[in-house]
Every structure is written in C-alpha cells, then in structure tokens.
C-alpha cells in the first residue's frame, strides 16, 4: 500500500486546494493510505539564514514543526501538492517551509525524486501569474519528481467542482502520479521541463525553472530552445544536488579566507539608519547599531 502525503497551503478547511487533493487521492487507481499536512497548523519558523544546519549539527536549531514536516515528506512515496494563489503568486506557506530547505540535505536519501503532482488554485481564470511555475519550483527543491502541475480556477470554497473538467483533471493528475511525465505542449526547457521563460536584452533566454540561459530561435516557423546546461545546477540529478551541497560546504573555507576583508566591508555599514522595531522590542537595538537618525552627507 502507497503512503501519500497531501501538502496543503491553504489555511481554508475544505477550501478548494484540500478538496482537490482529496479528490485527486479518490481517482487514483493504486491503493494508498492518504495522510494530510495543512501547512499553516505547523509552527515553520523563518530561517536565519545561519547555516548550523549544514556545518554543524546537520539538524536546524530553531524550535519548531519542522522535523514532523520533514518525517512526514521522508515516510511518503508520493505528494500531492496544492496551494492557493494570493496576488498573482502562490502564498507564503510553500516559502516558509522551502527557506528552511537545507535542512532537507541530511535527509536526501529519503527524501529523493519521489513522484508529486502539483495544483495552484486561482479564484479568477487567467489571473493565477506565476503561481503554477512556485509549485514547479517548491517539488524541484524538495528533490520531488514533477509529473504535473496544473492551475485550477474556482474562488469559492468548493467552487473548484462547480466546473465538471476539474474533476477530468484530477483523474488525469491521478493517473500522472505513478505513470509517465506528463505530455509537454508548446516549448519547454529540454534540462528541466520547465516551460516559463524569461526574454533578456541581449536575445539570450532565460528558463524560470532552473535558471540555466539558452536562445531561442525558430526554425520553420517553430520556436526551439537551445539551453545552455550551466555547471552550476540545482537539483536537476541527486549528483546536481550533492555537488550545490559541496559548494555551499566550501563557503566557509572562502569565508575564513576572506573574514578580514569581508568584515571591512560591512563594518562600514554599521551604523548607519535607525532600526525601527515592533512595539515592546524598541530596547532591542544594540548600542553600536544606533544610527544617525537617518542623516546622510
Ligand atoms: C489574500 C488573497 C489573495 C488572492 N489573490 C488572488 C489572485 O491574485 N489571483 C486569483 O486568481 N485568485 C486570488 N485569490 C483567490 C484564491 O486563489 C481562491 O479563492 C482559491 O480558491 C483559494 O483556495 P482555497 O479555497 O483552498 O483557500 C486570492 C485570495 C485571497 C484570500
């Protein structure tokens, strides 16, 4: 029997993105026990961005949900991931965990190329933005396997199955878990598969997905991507994935080479502006951070 996580990023309960997942879980054919993670019940501090986690204890030392986050993705074979659209982009709560992203290193060999799909709901047809290419994204980074990720349009709690074709997608979402990649229409990056590019000034292209840059050129009146694979990759293969961890491992050679100079460099910003702080935290700045009350010149 199949475990699948269902990763939700809406804090509505029974709003769309949970109905779908659990529509999704009843169309798939192979027999599952579904388990549910609504990402808002978890307490997910901001990373601090101090890297104990990957020099020190291989574990992040916040306080939070983190770790049953992470066990809950390790005890899974596959995801469904589905998150709501708020200001043309996918909200906060597929950030907060993947800021906290490298802690998932020390858990790579469980956590990797599981097969996820993933929905972005939009309330209003068309104005999802760049929702769909944040869940593309969020699967890459957890080391996922994206078999599909759609957007689905439906506004009001429920009003997701109003439209009789979302439940022809969730069949087909289903069906793409544990089958094939699903068909690609149109261009897309022949490293990643992802398929929203960037257009820069000098003719080069750049994919969203894996950031790598290529041309665009067309050829018998049909556009083809060359992408340039960069030797720098993220995630694209667990080798991709372990080198990036090397690099980052690296930095604190280069950062006790350059300590000095680096110090030089941000001491001279010390002291400049005021930190304004929450109320009751005022006390919080330190002596040598008092700016200049903003004076310039
Ligand atoms: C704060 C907020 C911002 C939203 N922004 C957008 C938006 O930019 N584009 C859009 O199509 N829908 C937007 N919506 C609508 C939601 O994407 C839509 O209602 C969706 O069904 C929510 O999923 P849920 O029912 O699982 O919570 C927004 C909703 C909220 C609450």
Not at 117 to 143: D, P, T
Not at 149 to 165: D, H, I, S, W
Not at 197 to 219: H, K, N, P, V, W
Request: proline residues 3%; hydrophobic residues 40%; glycine residues 8%.
């Amino acid at each position: 029997m199949k475990k699948i996580l269902g990763i939700i990023g809406s804090p509505r309960r029974l709003g769309n993105c949970e109905i779908m997942v659990k529509e999704i879980s009843n169309q798939l054919a192979v027999s599952h026990e579904l388990n549910l993670l609504r990402l808002q019940d978890f307490n997910i501090l901001p990373c601090r961005g101090c890297y104990h986690c990957l020099f020190k204890t291989e574990q992040c030392i916040l306080e939070d949900d983190l770790n049953t986050v992470i066990q809950a993705m390790a005890d899974a074979d596959a995801y469904i991931v589905s998150a709501p659209t708020y200001f043309l982009g996918i909200n906060a709560s597929l950030k907060m965990l993947l800021d906290r992203g490298l802690s998932f290193y020390a858990h790579m060999d469980n956590l990797w190329s599981k097969p996820a799909i993933g929905v972005a709901i939009a309330g209003i047809e068309g104005k999802e933005g760049y929702s769909r290419l944040v869940v593309q994204s969020f699967l890459k980074m957890i080391f996922a396997d994206d078999k599909d990720t759609r957007v689905l349009y439906g506004a009001l709690p429920g009003e997701v199955f109003l439209n009789e074709k979302n439940k022809q997608a969730a069949f087909e979402l289903a069906s793409a878990l544990f089958g094939p990649k699903a068909e690609t229409f149109g261009p897309s990056c022949p490293h990643c598969g992802g398929d929203t590019f960037r257009f820069m000034a000098d003719q080069r292209i750049q994919c969203m997905l894996c950031s790598d840059y290529g041309a665009a050129t067309i050829e018998s009146g049909s556009l083809s991507l060359n992408i340039d694979k960069s030797d720098h990759d993220f995630f694209s293969s667990k080798e991709d994935a372990l080198k990036h961890k090397e690099w980052l491992l690296g930095m604190k050679a280069r950062f006790f080479r350059h300590k000095k100079s680096l110090k030089e460099i941000t001491q001279a910003y010390r002291k400049q502006g005021t930190w304004i702080k929450p109320p009751g935290k005022e006390r919080e700045n330190r002596k040598e951070d008092k700016g200049t009350a903003g004076e310039h010149g």
